[in-house]
């Protein structure tokens, strides 16, 4: 059974570690960013960068960069096997909202850490610029997200949530 139809139950270990090492990546860049924001613009204006400003600016980049690694791994992952299927029953805009929010927060996951690796390196403040005006949309996507998932386990009571959490046997 496990050998004919892979990931029809849930999601691997290893999507689900992905998973929620994303969300800490995510949560570390929200406490550190103003550090990174402090240090682009210090090496912008060739000023000096103090101890705490250099260390949590590189914990952004490190960080960010973790964030594109997981999140490629884990789409490798989801194409390579598959992913478990939406619920039965779900309304078509549920559905559609569902996988619209999955797109368009992997491409985010996606093009942060590019352009934030593009414009530090080649010191390009318009790649910075986007960069920036990606953090709203993530967060408002992410909102949705956990709502999205917290309905799914208290209202229509799926196991939605449960298997993000408990991979298939
Ligand atoms: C998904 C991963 C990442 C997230 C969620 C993220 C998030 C953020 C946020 C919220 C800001 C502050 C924007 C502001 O208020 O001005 C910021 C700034 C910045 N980040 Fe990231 N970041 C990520 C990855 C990276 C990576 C890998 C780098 C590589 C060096 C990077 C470089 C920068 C730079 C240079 C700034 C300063 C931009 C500016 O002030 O105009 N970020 N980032
Ligand atoms: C920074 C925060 C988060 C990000 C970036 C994020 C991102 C993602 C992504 C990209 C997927 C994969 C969808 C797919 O491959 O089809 C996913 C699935 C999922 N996430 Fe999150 N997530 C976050 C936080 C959370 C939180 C806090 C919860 C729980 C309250 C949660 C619950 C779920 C569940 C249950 C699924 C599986 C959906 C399904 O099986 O159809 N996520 N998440």
Redesign the pocket.
């Known amino acids: 059974m496990a050998i004919s139809a892979p990931r029809s139950e849930g999601w691997s270990k290893l999507s689900i570690v992905l998973h929620w090492l994303i969300v800490l ?2 949560v570390v ?2 406490v550190d ?2 550090w ?2 402090d ?3 210090a090496t912008r204006r060739g000023a000096e960068i103090d101890f705490t400003t250099a260390t949590w600016g590189w914990v ?6 973790l ?2 690694i997981a ?1 490629l791994l884990r789409l490798w992952d989801r194409y390579a096997n598959g992913r478990p299927p939406y619920p039965a029953g779900e309304p078509n805009w549920a559905l559609w909202l569902a996988k619209v929010t999955h797109v368009l927060i992997y491409a ?2 996606i093009l ?6 593009l ?3 080649l010191m390009i ?1 318009e790649l ?2 986007i ?2 005006l ?2 709203t949309p ?1 967060l408002v996507l992410v909102g949705l997200h956990i709502a999205g998932s917290l309905v799914q386990h208290f209202y229509f009571k799926t196991d939605v949530l449960r298997r993000m959490l408990r991979p298939a046997q």
């Open positions: 990546f995510i860049q929200f960013h103003e990174m924001v240090m682009w613009r952004h980049i490190v960080t960010g960069t964030v594109l999140a985010i996951l942060m850490p590019v352009t934030g690796l414009a530090w390196n403040g910075a610029e960069h920036e990606l953090w993530l």
